[in-house]
């Protein structure tokens, strides 16, 4: 008897868009469904290659853009064998942010294409949904004030909501917006919806490679 396979499911968005929040409650809306579902995000700040991330986030080191813009994709790959497993296992991967963070962030630096950002990602597992959280940035800003951490202001996050964007444009990826200024409630809805079609959609479907 083969297991049918869990589905990946992405959440991105701005920065106070609500992500963790709907993420954390995505798995547990999908447990108590009696549905495996786990939480994942990125970066995974807990492996080698993450805490050179972290440190880099905190303003603790500095690198190199080409090289940080590669450590976040590493931070990737070297969770695919896990990811995988997982999803081969029937468990349904919840993901806190993946490689449209990672092209949206260093594509709004100086001198960096969309192509160029995307080539190291290509072949990841693809999502088999992108849910965008949209929220408008003065919005955002009622929501708490910006962090210390590297990439926390208002310029460089409105470049960055540029970029996702663009990425949105790629009709090959499976992106739905989601209105993320209603309620925790309300976005919760719409999420776990869109979630349980797809889970149901995908059970049987092979896992596909992004970008290629
Ligand atoms: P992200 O992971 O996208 O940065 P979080 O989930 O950490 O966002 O949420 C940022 C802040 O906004 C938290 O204080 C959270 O409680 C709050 N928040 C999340 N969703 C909503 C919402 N729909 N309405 C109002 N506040 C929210
Ligand atoms: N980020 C995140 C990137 O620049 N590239 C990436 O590939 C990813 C996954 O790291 F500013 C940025 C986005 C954000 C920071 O913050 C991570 P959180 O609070 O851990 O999501």
Not at 40 to 52: A, K, N, W
Not at 67 to 80: D, G, I, Q
Not at 168 to 176: A, F, I
Request: charged share 25%; proline share 4%.
């Amino acid at each position: 008897m083969t297991c049918s396979r869990g589905a990946l499911i992405v959440l991105e968005g701005v920065d106070r868009a609500g992500k963790t929040t709907q993420c954390l409650k995505l798995v547990q809306a999908l447990q108590q469904s009696g549905r495996e579902a786990e939480m994942m995000r990125f970066p995974d700040r807990t492996t080698v290659i993450g805490q050179l991330i972290s440190s880099y986030l905190m303003k603790k080191s500095n690198l190199e853009d080409h090289t940080v813009h590669l450590l976040f994709s590493a931070n990737r790959w070297e969770m695919v064998p896990l990811m995988k497993q997982k999803l081969e296992q029937g468990i349904n991967l919840v993901v806190d942010r993946y490689a449209f963070s990672g092209v949206a962030f260093t594509s709004a630096k100086p001198g960096f294409s969309l192509e160029w950002c995307k080539n190291p990602d290509v072949g990841l597992p693809k999502p088999d949904l992108v849910m965008f959280l949209q929220l408008n940035p003065s919005v955002a800003e009622n929501r708490g004030e910006f962090g210390t951490e590297r990439y926390e202001t208002s310029f460089f996050q409105c470049t960055v909501h540029r970029r996702f964007e663009e990425l949105m444009e790629d009709k090959s990826v499976n992106w739905r917006v989601i209105d993320a200024a209603r309620s925790i409630e309300e976005v919760h809805k719409d999420i776990k919806l869109l979630s349980e079609n797809i889970i149901n959609f995908s059970e049987n479907q092979p896992i596909g490679m992004l970008w290629s």
